[in-house]
């Protein structure tokens, strides 16, 4: 089981969009998962028990596991390579 980080500014708006498209990947792809969604300033509570964190917005903090901006899932451009980042990191 993986677990994922959706955050966005106020853990409300753009994270469920994100959410949302990002559950419809990992279920297509028979990934077993559990999404943590929140605000930016609540990944540091959840970061020790994810295996990767997607943001609706850049994120300059480093952390020890892989984070991704996933604003293409906003826009609709360029979501087959999202998609495609998303699953190389959960290998």
Same mark, same amino acid.
């Given at each position: &089981?993986? #677990?994922?980080?959706?955050?966005?500014?106020?853990?409300? $708006?753009?994270? #469920?969009?994100?959410?949302?498209?990002?559950?419809?990947?990992?279920?297509?792809?028979?990934?077993? =998962?559990?999404?943590?969604?929140?605000?930016?300033? %609540?990944?540091?509570?959840?970061? @020790? %028990? $994810?295996?990767? *964190?997607?943001?609706? &917005?850049?994120? &300059?903090?480093?952390?020890?596991?892989?984070? *991704? #901006?996933? *604003? $293409? =899932?906003?826009? @609709?451009? @360029? %979501?087959?390579?999202?998609?495609?980042?998303?699953?190389? $990191?959960?290998?």
């Amino acid at each position: &089981m993986k #677990t994922i980080i959706v955050a966005c500014g106020s853990g409300i $708006a753009t994270s #469920t969009i994100v959410n949302s498209k990002l559950s419809e990947l990992l279920d297509s792809n028979g990934i077993e =998962y559990s999404l943590i969604q929140c605000s930016i300033n %609540e990944i540091d509570s959840y970061v @020790g %028990e $994810a295996d990767l *964190i997607i943001s609706s &917005m850049q994120i &300059m903090k480093q952390y020890p596991i892989p984070k *991704i #901006t996933g *604003i $293409a =899932y906003l826009t @609709g451009i @360029g %979501e087959d390579a999202l998609n495609q980042q998303i699953l190389d $990191a959960l290998k």
